[in-house]
Structure formats: structure tokens, C-alpha cells
């Protein structure tokens, strides 16, 4: 099954350095991963501002990927970044 995986490098409630090491987990696992990181600076922490700003470009890209994937388009096999 495959996976959209997207995370913002500026985020402070899930952090990338959590985020990074499940990626290598599962794609050492073999799962397909499609992994994006969008970097985008701390703004505003410990508010959720950074974790917000983040979820627009996952937001346009992740229903792209899903959009194709209920078209019956095949993800790539492997991890993608």
C-alpha cells in the first residue's frame, strides 16, 4: 500500500526529527513512500503556526497523489523524496 508522507521543517508539534527516522523505518521495511519536505523556517512557535503553514503545500500536493492513485495510477515502488 502505498504512502503520502509530507512534513514542514518548521513545524514544532510533529517534529521532522521524528518524522525522518519512521520514513527510513518503513522504507527499509519496503513500504512506497512518497516523502515531502517542505522547508519552511519556525514562525510564530509553539503556537501551531509552523505545523499550519506546512499543511498548504502537503494539502495541494497529498490530493494530487491520492487523486492519482484512485485513477488507477501506480505510485512509484521504493521511497521518493
Do not use: N
Amino acid at each position: 500500500m502505498p504512502v503520502f508522507v509530507a512534513q514542514s521543517t518548521g513545524d514544532d508539534f510533529v517534529l521532522v526529527q521524528g518524522v525522518d527516522p519512521m520514513v527510513d523505518k518503513w522504507c527499509s521495511a519496503g513500504a512506497d513512500v512518497t516523502y515531502r519536505r517542505y522547508d519552511v523556517g519556525p514562525v510564530l512557535t509553539k503556537t501551531g503556526t509552523g505545523h499550519l503553514i506546512g499543511m498548504f503545500p502537503a494539502v495541494v500536493e497529498g490530493l494530487d497523489w491520492l487523486d492519482q492513485r484512485f485513477s488507477g495510477r501506480e505510485s512509484q515502488s521504493g521511497c521518493t523524496a
